[in-house]
């Protein structure tokens, strides 16, 4: 192109060649960080979306400047080339999960694959991934398929925009050209105000649940619509000739550095966002042959190039096969040299797919049509798609069926879960149990009893009661995090046993202190620091004197950290908010019982269906003894043993012996799987340490004596073993 006499470039129609290598290099980007970066994130896919609203805009333009406003025709153009190498890959996916991941997550890899297959994975993502308990996108064989769940919806619904807008501005007479001012100038302000509104709605989200926003389409609509609007704009536009080449070699720049400066993982979508948005829009802005020493040597040579060929397939190959390693090797971190197999089997695999899906397709296509080619494409997806959810379905049915039978079992079962470590029944043997394993690991993610009194987000304080709101022998709280609440099962069955009443409270990293909790997002700890005072105006107002309160029950994690004040020390801050909590309790005579943690085995729940589950599945009958871990490992010290110690009238219920040997701590026992994802107790186990707990409360209560009212039910045991009776 040549420049005019100020040095600027005019309207620009032409290719611009280096659109290829930064698209390339932006994927590219994404799995060298996947492998190498240490959980980074690149900002490569957001620089992928921009590029992608910008040549899905222009491209519609194009067909509508030829009066070709075929929707069947675009689609097919644009699916017949993504859909296929996806499909094998998503098949391959399904092989490695299960050849390499444990049986309880063939169900949900199922859905995900499927989910992923139909682009709408994002959603299957916060949907379940992201729920409470889950164990998280970075367990998923197809996590890294959200992106192309974002760009699939937009191809999808963007196509409908811009000729619905083109066609309507068409009522006019013939005359007027298949592309109108009018309708230009339409959608440009259609784009622009939905490009508002989405950065507008990603910042908010961003603050209130960043998890969701990284996959929420909506959330992400605006680096689309970005991109939309520079194509809109791009005849328009005219960079000074001497300022071309650095704007392109500065945008490129940043689009390295992105990953290096920003944790992504962590500020992405919100306004951080705009870095890779706006290198995007430099490296474009100063694209050209005009811009002499500016990078399009470099992004159109034949090395970046030869890798962008191949840049979506190594994208697609590259995590499914990272998993598979991870999985086998039971690591995280693949090491620098499981990471370079990982690429360099991803690129030969990359190449073997363009060279028989990709390029096949696309020479297929140019024979039969993009009509017949979408009509295909989307047979084939389909047949996938619900092949796979049926599958799903099925599994998620037979383990409703295990799980149902095993509460049958449970209920009959003498030695179930903590019974085997009870000293005073060793050797404790069942014959109903032999060769089960409850639940089975197929339910286990939905062995939870966390069912109430259970606040999240932007939630306020929740009370659940179990047990009679009226004619109760006692009355009791029990609040804390997430630790406490997998408690409900057991408070459950205690509150029946004894006729009393349990109202229980709880969420997520919070508990009842003084000092404000250590939590990475900001809108979490805002609703957590809210939640506690609406906690300690909820106890004011239910423990008073004379309010018939007879224990406040307190737990959580082991792990929790708290906001030090001046002069404190972390662990000084946590035993400290707590024993000031509980000293501002209206009536000092009713006694705080504190429950230590149980172990954790890993916080994070990748890593625990990793290894603790695969192990369980494997190791069988010897999973108690093959899959154990050291005590000191993961019976942590736990700030409520100080704590009890500094209020004369707070006392300590340690459990740690029916987890934990005098060495080891088992995953597994008595037949029971003790944790669903690493740090939670199953609801299969909590239930087995009914008990034991609630043997020790009444211990308490016999210590703490205070004015039982008269109401029907059964006397408090004296012993666990009459308690267990009980629960029969």
Not at 516 to 522: E, G, T
Request: hydrophobic fraction near 45%.
């Amino acid at each position: 192109m040549v420049e005019n006499e100020r040095g600027a470039t005019p309207a620009r129609s032409e290719r611009i060649a280096e659109l290829h290598g930064l698209r390339g290099l932006a994927l590219v980007l994404v799995v060298v960080f996947h492998l190498f970066g240490a959980g980074r994130v690149s900002g490569g896919v957001d620089v992928f979306l921009v590029v992608s609203g910008f040549l899905a805009t222009r491209s519609l333009l194009s067909r509508a400047r030829r009066d070709d406003l075929s929707l069947a025709a675009y689609y097919g153009n644009v699916f017949s080339r993504l859909v296929p190498p996806a499909l094998i890959v998503l098949v391959a996916t399904a092989g490695i999960a299960v050849a390499f991941m444990h049986s309880g997550t063939w169900a949900t890899s199922a859905r995900e694959i499927a989910a992923a297959a139909g682009y709408w994975v994002n959603w299957e993502m916060i949907g379940g991934q992201l729920a409470y308990g889950a164990a998280g996108p970075q367990t998923s064989l197809v996590q890294h398929f959200w992106s192309m769940s974002v760009q699939g919806q937009f191809f999808f619904v963007w196509p409908l925009v811009v000729f619905g807008v083109i066609a309507a501005g068409r009522r006019r007479p013939r005359v007027l050209p298949p592309v109108s001012r009018v309708s230009l100038v339409a959608l440009t302000a259609l784009t622009a105000a939905a490009t508002v509104a989405s950065f507008v709605y990603a910042a908010q989200l961003h603050l209130v649940d960043q998890p969701r926003a990284y996959f929420d389409s909506f959330a992400r609509f605006w680096e689309l619509g970005a991109g939309a609007l520079l194509a809109l704009s791009w005849p328009h536009l005219s960079v000074p000739g001497w300022l071309r080449a650095p704007l392109a070699w500065a945008g490129l720049l940043m689009v390295v550095a992105c990953g290096f400066v920003l944790d992504g993982a962590t500020v992405f979508p919100g306004p951080w966002t705009l870095w890779p948005v706006a290198a995007t829009f430099a490296v474009l802005l100063g694209a050209g042959p005009a811009s002499g020493w500016g990078p399009r040597r470099l992004l159109e040579g034949r090395p970046l190039t030869l890798l962008a060929d191949l840049s979506y397939a190594i994208y697609l190959w590259h995590w499914p096969l990272l998993m598979a390693w991870t999985y086998l090797r039971r690591s995280s971190d693949p090491g620098e040299k499981g990471a370079l197999l990982i690429l360099v089997v991803s690129v030969l695999l990359a190449w073997l797919t363009d060279r028989f899906v990709s390029g096949p397709v696309q020479r297929l296509g140019t024979r039969t049509g993009a009509r017949v080619m979408l009509g295909a494409t989307v047979t084939c997806a389909l047949v996938f798609s619900g092949g796979l959810t049926a599958s799903s379905l099925a599994m998620d049915a037979h383990s409703r069926t295990l799980v149902e039978q095993a509460a049958a079992v449970e209920k009959q079962a003498t030695c179930l879960g903590a019974a085997a470590m009870d000293p005073k029944l060793a050797p404790c043997e069942d014959p109903s149990l032999e060769g089960l394993r409850l639940p089975p690991l197929t339910g286990l993610r939905q062995d939870d009893d966390n069912t109430c009194g259970w606040a999240t987000g932007d939630q306020h304080l929740k009370w659940c009661t179990v047990g009679p709101k009226k004619g109760y022998g006692r009355h009791l709280l029990a609040v804390g995090d997430s630790h406490n609440n997998t408690l409900l099962g057991a408070y459950r069955k205690i509150a029946k046993n004894r006729n009393w009443r349990i109202d229980v409270a709880g969420r997520a990293g919070c508990f009842w202190s003084t000092r404000a909790p250590k939590k990475a997002n900001p809108a979490d700890a805002q609703g957590c620091v809210r939640w506690i005072k609406e906690l300690s105006a909820g106890i004011k107002k239910r423990a008073g004197a004379g309010s018939g309160i007879d224990a406040i029950i307190v737990t959580h994690s082991a792990k929790a950290k708290v906001l030090p004040r001046a002069g404190e020390t972390p662990e000084e801050a946590l035993v400290k908010g707590k024993v000031e909590a509980w000293a501002k309790r209206p009536d000092r005579t009713v006694p705080v019982i504190a429950i230590r943690d149980n172990p954790i085995f890993d916080a994070n729940g990748a890593a625990y269906a990793r290894d603790v589950i695969t192990c369980i599945e494997r190791a069988g009958d010897d999973a108690a003894t093959a899959c154990a871990l050291p005590r000191e490992r993961v019976l942590l010290t736990d700030s409520h043993v100080p704590a009890v110690q500094r209020d004369p009238n707070a006392h300590l219920i340690d459990l740690s012996y029916l987890y934990c040997g005098q060495d080891v701590c088992a995953p597994v026992i008595g037949h029971a799987v003790v944790y669903r994802d690493g740090r939670h107790l199953t609801g299969t186990f909590a239930r087995s340490l009914t008990p034991y707990l609630g043997h020790e409360f009444d211990r308490i209560m016999r210590e703490n004596p205070r004015p039982q009212r008269k109401a029907p039910g059964p006397a408090p045991s004296a012993s666990p073993g009459a308690d267990a009776a009980a629960t029969k």
